[in-house]
């Protein structure tokens, strides 16, 4: 059977610039065609990098994200848009704000739904993700519960877009940028590890020594509910893009 493809780099930087140029060629490609490019995106710290280069080849002149449409894979509830925490905020501030892109062709979760308009806001959310052709291309960090999106453990396989109950782990390394974590929100909307599996291509970046033990538990442990990135041993189109820390327990 096929095998997701591990690349190792010498730093994060060159991780994120590879996969940085990987997205490039894709969005020309499509540009040359006049196609869309429809981008899964992630929030934290691991994809700044990514990011930050694609801005600067954007800025060089000859990337545009005009045709590119992307829908981010989670959101936490009850954080209005303009919160500093929002995943609103963190990709208008890293990414959006610095290259063409259309506000209209951007999509993040709605934090603030009322809870009885949480289902059928995601089963659109996953229609609006079909309509626009699917995911070519889903970038993923990973947590250390070994969650993908905020598929926390017991997320099954097939799972959709959906309200999720955040893992004390995750809420703990989210504490310092809340203030604390009795800020951190208990609630997420996600997309499910069925959506992010369904993409064309999967691109899981991972840095540092702390991401070690878990990067391991998905490449090499059992594929379990209990680790959902192990999910991706399955997924031949996964590509994981590791620092030599991260890779450090391979
Ligand atoms: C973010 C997301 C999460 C993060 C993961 C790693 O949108 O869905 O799965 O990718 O928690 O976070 P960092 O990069 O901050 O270590």
């Given at each position: 059977m096929q095998q997701p493809a591990i690349n190792i780099y010498d730093t994060p930087e060159i991780a994120s610039a590879t996969l940085a140029g990987v997205m490039a060629n894709l969005i020309r490609a499509n540009n040359a065609e006049n196609k869309p490019t429809v981008l899964g995106l992630a929030t934290g710290s691991t994809p700044l990098a990514l990011y930050r280069e694609l801005i600067r080849l954007h800025e060089e002149g000859n990337?545009?994200?005009?045709?590119v449409v992307t829908f981010n894979l989670d959101e936490y509830i009850g954080l209005e848009r303009g919160h500093p925490e929002s995943y609103w905020t963190f990709m208008w501030d890293n990414l959006f704000s610095k290259i063409d892109i259309l506000e209209a062709n951007v999509n993040i979760p709605d934090g603030t739904l009322a809870p009885d308009d949480v289902e059928e806001y995601c089963e659109t959310y996953e229609r609006k993700i079909l309509q626009a052709g699917g995911l070519d291309l889903q970038v993923l960090g990973i947590g250390?519960?070994?969650?993908?999106?905020?598929?926390?453990?017991?997320?099954?396989?097939?799972?959709?877009?959906r309200l999720v109950v955040l893992n004390e782990v995750t809420r703990e390394d989210a504490a310092p940028t809340f203030g604390?974590?009795?800020?951190?929100?208990r609630e997420a909307i996600t997309m499910g590890c069925g959506t992010i599996l369904r993409a064309r291509k999967i691109s899981l970046l991972a840095f540092g020594k702390k991401k070690a033990g878990i990067v391991r538990a998905a490449i090499h442990g059992e594929i379990s509910d209990q680790v959902p990135?192990?999910?991706?041993?399955?997924?031949?189109h996964t590509t994981f893009y590791l620092d030599r820390e991260a890779a450090s327990e391979l």
């Open positions: 990337l545009s994200f005009r045709k250390r519960t070994g969650h993908i999106g905020f598929n926390e453990p017991g997320s099954v396989k097939d799972s959709p877009t604390g974590s009795n800020n951190v929100p990135a192990s999910y991706l041993q399955k997924a031949p």
